[in-house]
């Protein structure tokens, strides 16, 4: 069974920095995409940064230049550091990856459950 655990969430002021972290555990073959993922209240999820194996990223356009995302392959872990966070960034983030694992050898999509992240003086 595959699971997806962020941290790193928390209560920021703005112009302030955060980064969340997002461990990927269980029978895995392969990992592709990795990624973040929001939503805001009221609001529908959106994508926010995501980085493929080979190294390239994807960013929202209201994030780019503030954020960066990465991963370690080795270790099945993605980051997201936020830089010069708004007010408008506070949502929950969410980590998510298409996985193969090694039981079924099939590509499947898992979410983590979800890491507040606040900017607010």
């Known amino acids: 069974q595959v699971q997806l655990v962020e941290s790193g969430g928390g209560l920021v002021q703005p112009g302030g920095s955060l980064r969340l972290s997002c461990a990927a555990s269980g029978s895995i073959f392969s990992i592709n995409p990795m990624g973040w993922h929001r939503q805001a209240p009221g609001k529908e999820r959106e994508l926010v940064a995501s980085?493929?194996?080979?190294?390239?990223?994807n960013y929202a356009d209201s994030v780019k230049g503030r954020f960066t995302v990465s991963r370690d392959n080795a270790k099945n872990m993605v980051y997201l550091q936020m830089n010069s966070l708004k007010p408008d960034d506070t949502a929950v983030y969410y980590c998510n990856a298409r996985i193969m694992t090694l039981r079924t050898m099939r590509w499947n999509d898992y979410w983590g459950q979800g890491t507040q992240v606040t900017v607010s003086s």
């Open positions: 980085i493929n194996l080979d190294g390239s990223t």
